[in-house]
């Protein structure tokens, strides 16, 4: 039940993240082009496994992208709005798939399950 609630809460920041996108009529093409850059943080696991799970965590925790988020409204900035949304989707739909924060033990050990 707890892993269902999980991907539920997921869910639900994805789709706040995309009402929200929506409603301030930003760019699509721009949403598309920028909702994976966040997973570009795994290449820390070239490195070694401490430094990609650090790597990873630290881009896909929503602390981030909401202080974007909250400079973007209170700034009146589309871009650092637009930053946040695009990131907090990434990380619901990561968290709504099952994808988790990582421990440096495997790639596959997240804080949501092993993969």
Do not use: C, Q
């Amino acid at each position: 039940m707890v892993r269902l609630l999980l991907h539920i809460e997921g869910l639900a920041i994805l789709l706040l993240a995309l009402y929200l996108y929506a409603s301030h009529s930003l760019s699509w093409p721009v949403f598309f082009i920028l909702l994976f850059v966040p997973d570009l943080a795994a290449l820390g696991y070239l490195v070694d496994l401490k430094t990609g799970a650090k790597m990873y965590n630290y881009f896909h925790t929503t602390s981030i992208p909401v202080v974007f988020i909250i400079a973007g409204l209170f700034l009146s900035s589309r871009i650092a709005l637009a930053i946040g949304l695009i990131w907090l989707a990434h990380i619901g739909m990561d968290r709504m798939l099952g994808y988790g924060l990582k421990y440096p033990t495997r790639f596959k050990d997240t804080h949501l399950s092993r993969l």
